[in-house]
């Protein structure tokens, strides 16, 4: 049954919570206690071997620092695995579903407390690019949802 929940997609349109518990790179996935693993919507960030994939936005901030901005906006690293996810405990995020991604990851908007909008944040710290294809273009100039 944890497999199960590990790999489930949040329906769009779906509010849901996410208690952040590892990182892979600047705009996901998060993986979350309650089961959801979320890739940002939105955006647009680096991966984490510094490459861009093709026709995706390219920002000229490195993958890595594009991961450690989001781990700092989650509160931090609490540890590393053994595969080089970084381990997180943050605040729990208030996330609005936009379906499925890309693998078994959910892409959403996600809110956290004293930060706002995660996508949002992203972008204002110049680590991501704003993804006008997946709705990036309303970036910052209203919520989501």
């Known amino acids: 049954m944890l497999l199960l929940l590990l790999a489930q997609i949040v329906t769009a349109g779906t509010s849901f919570a996410c208690t952040p518990m590892r990182i892979w790179d600047g705009d996901g996935p998060i993986w979350c206690a309650e089961g959801p693993r979320i890739r940002l919507a939105g955006i647009a960030a680096r991966e984490i071997d510094e490459t861009c994939r093709v026709g995706h936005p390219c920002p000229s901030a490195s993958g890595k620092d594009a991961r450690d901005e989001l781990v700092r906006l989650l509160g931090g690293q609490k ?38 909008d995660l996508s949002c944040a992203m972008v204002r710290s110049g680590r991501a690019l704003a993804w006008p294809r997946y709705g990036g273009n309303r970036i910052c100039s209203q919520a989501p949802w």
Do not use: F
């Open 79 to 116: 540890g590393i695995t053994a595969t080089g996810h970084i381990l997180v405990r943050g605040p729990v995020l208030q996330c609005r579903s936009e379906g499925a991604a890309k693998g078994s990851r959910t892409a959403a908007w996600c809110s956290a407390p004293r930060i706002g």
